[in-house]
Nanobody, 126 residues
Framework: QVQLVESGGGLVQAGDSLRLSCAASGRAFSTYAMAWFRQAPGKERDFVAAISRSGTSTFYADSVKGRFTISRDNAKNTMYLQMNSLKPEDTAVYYC???????????????????WGQGTQVTVSS
């Protein structure tokens, strides 16, 4: 059974930075692509960023491109999301997810991911 645990959320002001972490259990972390999604109150869960198994390829939603950076440390079984220049519209619960290795589709589709963390709240005040 895989467990994903997010941390690092909090309350910040617009323009501030936060770094989220996603710690994964198990020994096969490096064999799975991963992603971050977020869900604001009353809205659907949206794609934020994805990263390949090795970390050499990344993909971002237009809304966060240039401000957020996704990365991973396979030796530590951990993925990160560095969030800079935060805006009030970034307020959401942020989830990390593991991609199903046999799923076919674009990285931004939530249906490709088979394990999810419990989420961490990020609140950005104006």
């Amino acid at each position: 059974q895989v467990q994903l645990v997010e941390s690092g959320g909090g309350l910040v002001q617009a323009g501030d930075s936060l770094r989220l972490s996603c710690a994964a259990s198990g020994r096969a972390f490096s064999t799975y692509a991963m992603a971050w999604f977020r869900q604001a109150p009353g809205k659907e869960r949206d794609f934020v960023a994805a990263i390949s198994r090795s970390g050499t390829s990344t993909f971002y939603a237009d809304s966060v491109k240039g401000r957020f950076t996704i990365s991973r440390d396979n030796a530590k079984n951990t993925m990160y999301l560095q969030m800079n220049s935060l805006k009030p519209e970034d307020t959401a619960v942020y989830y990390c997810a593991r991609r199903d290795p046999v799923a076919i589709g674009t990285a931004s589709s939530s249906g490709l991911y088979d394990y999810w963390g419990q989420g961490t709240q990020v609140t950005v005040s104006s």
